[in-house]
């Protein structure tokens, strides 16, 4: 806007705005089981998938609490009884709960390393700058910038926090924000900064 009044490009002139948005997936994570003794010695404890079936993720609330996905029932061979006694325990059906099953004894179950992903990602980082020229060369710049303007959590679900089994009490559980998503961080909670800025 040339030749506006000095007053006047004092109030609307110098005005810079920018924007940044980020959205992405998930982190991915790969479905383990709770008896892992009931087929290996040793992990990897991974479940098998049953074809046909669907299971869902995504963040919701159970029971009042936040999950990514809702456990299927322990993949557990029944107790042995005296019937049992001397018959080998690799031999019984395996048991399937939803999409999942128990892999047969000494083999690693089908489910693929990271096939699943955990909440996404969404923040907004904001600045507005605002430059009030002094003389000719000197300038006040004024600047507010918002980290995570619209304040949405990066909810935190990983391997780390040992709740990718999928039959177990307490699996699929969210129970804070990423590991990284605390204040000053770059993927934090919302914070604004104030500043003031002197050219010459």
């Given at each position: 806007m040339n030749g506006l009044s000095r007053p006047m490009d004092f109030l609307i002139g110098g005005w810079q705005v920018a924007n940044t948005l980020t959205w992405g997936s998930g982190l991915p994570w790969t479905a383990t089981i709770g008896e892992c003794g009931q087929i290996?010695?040793?992990?990897?404890?991974?479940?098998?998938?049953?074809?046909?079936?669907?299971?869902?993720?995504?963040?919701?609330?159970?029971?009042?609490v936040w999950s990514d996905f809702t456990p299927v029932a322990p993949l557990s061979l029944p107790t042995p009884t005296p019937a049992m006694i001397g018959t080998n325990g690799c031999n019984a059906v395996r048991p399937v709960s939803g999409y999942f099953a128990l892999p047969s004894c000494g083999q690693i179950g089908n489910a693929g390393f990271d096939t699943?992903?955990?909440?996404?990602?969404?923040?907004d980082d904001f600045s507005l700058v605002k430059a009030f020229p002094i003389k000719e060369r000197l300038t006040a710049e004024f600047r507010f910038d918002a980290y995570n303007f619209f304040n949405h959590p990066v909810l935190g679900f990983n391997s780390n926090q040992g709740n990718t089994c999928i039959d177990c009490t307490g699996g699929g559980q969210i129970t804070d924000i990423e590991g990284d998503a605390s204040p000053g961080s770059p993927n934090g909670m919302r914070q604004l900064q104030f500043g003031l800025r002197i050219v010459f």
């Open positions: 290996a010695d040793a992990g990897p404890c991974r479940p098998n998938i049953v074809p046909g079936q669907s299971f869902s993720t995504g963040p919701r609330r159970i029971n009042g699943f992903f955990g909440p996404s990602a969404f923040f």
